[in-house]
Each structure stands twice: as C-alpha cells, then as structure tokens.
C-alpha cells in the first residue's frame, strides 16, 4: 500500500514538475527566422532564413533578460496583453527603427559590420554576437530611461593552449590547428564599478543600496563566451553545465551545432532543453499596429539535443538584480570552480577579484576598433589533406573574440 502511495506521490510530483516546465518555457518570448522585412542595409536581403540562427538565439537571451528584469524570474504569460511583454516584443522587432527596435536585426547587422567586418547572410558566433548585445544595450539606454538601471558585462580574457593534431585513416590525413579555450576570466571589480555607476536619468526603483548604503547598484546581465573542449564538448563539463543551468539567475546558454544555433534553458537527464529558432515566419510590422498578434513569439514545444553532441562554443547568460544576487553568483560559481580544480580540471569559466588591466573591451567598441577586433577573432581550422600532402579542402569557423 504505501508503494503504491509513493508511486502516486511520485507521479504527482513529476506532473507538477513538468506543468511548471511548459509555463516558463512558453512565457519565453521565442524569436526565430523571419521574412519579408525591410531590406537589410544597402542589400535585397528581406529574410535571415538560413543564416540568422545564433542572432534570434542572442535576441532570445537578452529578450529573456528584461522579461526578468521588468516582471520578475516567476511572471508568466498565459496570453494576457501585458504592456511590459508587448514592449520587449517590439523591441526586438525586424524593423530598422533604432527608437522603436534597438535590438532588431538590422541594428545587430550594422554592428557586426562595424565591428567584425559582417554582412546580411554571414553567420555570427556566440562571442561576437554578445559583444554587439552589449553594445546595443547601451546604445539604447541613452534614449530609454527604462533600460538606464541595467547594463552588461562580458566575460574577457580567455585562457587558451594552441595545439596542433593530426589524425590518419585509410589513404586521408585530417590536420587540425586550433585553439582550445580552458577558461574565461569574470573580472569582479569590474563587475561592481558597473553596478555602482546609477544613471542619473533613472528613477525606477530596481536600483537599490548597497551594503554600505552609499552607492547605488544597477541590475547586471552577466555574458560568459566560453569553450568546453577542442574539437567536440568535453565531458567533463557536464555535471557543471546542468548546475548552472539549474541556478534561477541562469538566463541560459546559447549555443548548439556549428552553424545551427539554439537556445538552451534547461535539461532533462542527458538531454538539453532548447528554443529552436529554425522556423521562417512572416514578420509582423509592430511600428503601425499596436494590437499585433502575440502568438508567433511563444514557442510551445522545446527541441531536446544530447548535451554531449553541442559544439563546445557558447555563451552562458546570468541576470543579477540585486547585490544579493550577486553574492549568490559569486558563492556558487566558486563552488564549481574549486570542485573542477579538485577533479583535475579546467573551471568552465574563473572568477579575479581586480580590475582588468586593459578595459578597452568593456567599453562600448566603435568603427576605430574594427581592425583590432578583426585580428581577435579565433578560427578553427580543419585540413583536408591527401596522401601526397597536398590541402584538398580548408574548413574555418568562428569561435570567437579575444576580450
């Protein structure tokens, strides 16, 4: 009898469990490919069908940030007309309207073409394409009071090892020389100087005290670029990964094959949980309706991918509201890195208590930056090479930015 009971309770649990799954997965404002827009600059280009993956991945994650931001972790939409979610929307709408859409993709493609030397169709990496986020956030808060009490800091200094592998089967060599990024450094002075620097202009009420009671503390989006492995995810970051995927200021990770972006929110046993942006819909011109349909930004079933078969190059998103929240970031994630050194290996990102020494990157980057930005992009590079030593094929992907 009292297995039975269990069993039922156990069930009933994970009913529960799974209900509250499918509310916060489809309160998620789900961004995808989109066609007939406004051309995209000084092209023909009307879609980003194909190519625009990781950016509606990198909307996805900033969408999720001020969703959090405005209307808390536990807010839920159940298709209300909320003013506040309908805001964030248009924000991120594919119009090239930088007051109305600061975070659309045509103002995401006229940076990456300042800053990385990107055009409509090329594909974006999960570094370059937070560092634009970044960039636009505060682009946008000088025009917004609602988005001057909270800003973004981009993990800088990635550790890395340059290695060299070859690798024979039959009568093919496979030549291999890249960059296996072990660690990405959160500068926390940095973190706080950001945090501590209030907007005159702001009069919300998210930006409270600090502990002393004398400085101000603004909200903080946290963007980790990290690489979990060489050529393919390691293993070892697994249980790591589901840790901080489970931490409720975890926005989520955005990631997934090469050249086939997704979002990452949550997991079940060895399967990651994803809002998929691969779907064309027809763009909504949200500039003259003000009532535009809600329905084609909420995404009702979640796409599952092994955790062990994602491309090793992603970005972790984190959302602190308050200096509390921060604490609690800063004890966790020193708890995974003091258990990864205890296992014998690489943290998947590392916390330094001081400033950076060079903070360049911490500032907003400009068109007098594009050249040294260019030469800090990092490229995988697979040769294809015959018996007689000849390159038959050159394959090369972004991987991403050195901050």
Known sequence: MSDSISQSDEQSSNLYAYDKFKKDFYSRIWLTYRRDFPPLLQTPITTDNGWGCMIR???MIMAQAFLTHFHGRNWRWEGQDDLIHRMIIKWFAD?????????????????????FGKNPGDWFGPASISIIMKNLLEDAAKDNRLLCDICCYIAQDCTGMYVTYSYSQLLTLFFFNFIIIVSSSVYLQDVIDLCRTANIRSNSNTIIDDDDGNNQWRSIIILIPVRLGGDEFNKFYSPYFKQILSLSSCLGVIGGKPRHSLYFIGFQDDKLLAIDPHYCQK?????????FPLDSYHCISPKRISLTSIDPSCTIGFYLKTKQDYDEFINFSQQIIDHSYKSNGYPIYSLDSNNRFDNQMNEPLSSTTTATTMDRILRMEYRLVDRHGNVQKLLSSEDFVVL
């Open 57 to 59: 991945s990198g909307q």
């Open 283 to 291: 763009s909504i011109d949200v500039g003259t309706r003000t009532n």
């Open 95 to 115: 119009i090239p309207d930088r007051s109305t859409s600061p975070f659309s993709i045509h103002e995401i493609i006229r940076q990456g073409q300042q800053l």
